[in-house]
């Protein structure tokens, strides 16, 4: 596709239930962010790829929250027995060259967990 | 560490207008700095970028920043302001980086336009 792409655009989740938000990056793109984005808030580095290997996991607020990417494309966040906390706005952004600077961010996926 | 601090949550100006909304970073070296434009549901896009060199620099859709090392200032600034320029600005620092060049990012300005 032109850019990057996130599904589901919007998400629901009961507290303690299982979520995967999905990130397609812009083909060929070497790395991949995630941030997590509250209401009201700028976004906050949740973690980095570069091509399958997670290099950057320090922004991930606890362990139930974990992030693969094992083909090198596209990438999926998984947060485990989600809690009300998690609820923001996940966004995914790709960049073709290593440092990230001329990165490419997707819509986001809204998360709300009730 | 590193932070970013846009002191305006809300700021209105009349369509024509001239624009600049303030950003004051953190940091103990010169840093990447940028201003990325968020619209209503949609993803971060990039409005301009400095590295180094000279301390203005032009972006898109007619914005311009300048960096001021004295006052860690990189404020965003555009001469006559568009009412499709509505939308939430966020200034973002980082560092020089090989790889996983990750942003902090302020908390954004919300620009209102009125007619």
């Known amino acids: 596709g032109a850019g990057v792409s996130q599904s589901p655009r919007y998400k629901v989740a009961k507290r303690g239930q299982d979520v995967a938000l999905r990130c397609d990056p812009i083909?060929?793109?070497?790395?991949l962010f995630w941030y997590q984005q509250a209401l009201g808030q700028g976004p906050e580095f949740l973690t980095y790829?570069?091509?399958?290997?997670?290099?950057?996991k320090s922004g991930l607020p606890s362990d139930r929250f974990f992030a693969e990417r094992p083909e090198g494309s596209v990438s999926t966040l998984k947060i485990q027995r989600t809690q009300q906390e998690d609820s923001a706005v996940y966004l995914c952004?790709?960049?073709?060259?290593?440092?990230?600077?001329?990165?490419?961010f997707g819509q986001g996926t809204r998360l709300t967990v009730v | 560490a590193q932070s970013v601090t846009q002191p305006d949550i809300h700021i209105t100006v009349s369509e024509g207008a001239s624009l600049e909304l303030r950003c004051n970073y953190s940091y103990g070296a010169t840093p990447y700095l940028f201003w990325y434009v968020q619209s209503p549901g949609q993803g971060l896009q990039l409005l301009l970028k400095y590295f180094s060199g000279d301390t203005l620099v032009q972006g898109i859709k007619g914005f311009e920043a300048e960096f001021k090392r004295s006052q860690s200032s990189f404020n965003l600034r555009k001469p006559s302001v568009h009412w499709s320029d509505a939308a939430e600005y966020f200034c973002a620092v980082g560092p020089f980086m090989e790889y996983g060049n990750k942003l902090v990012f302020g908390a954004g300005t919300i620009l209102r336009v009125k007619s």
């Open positions: 790829f570069q091509n399958e290997a997670q290099l950057d």
């Open positions: 083909s060929g793109h070497v790395s």
């Open positions: 952004a790709s960049s073709l060259g290593l440092s990230g600077t001329e990165a490419f």
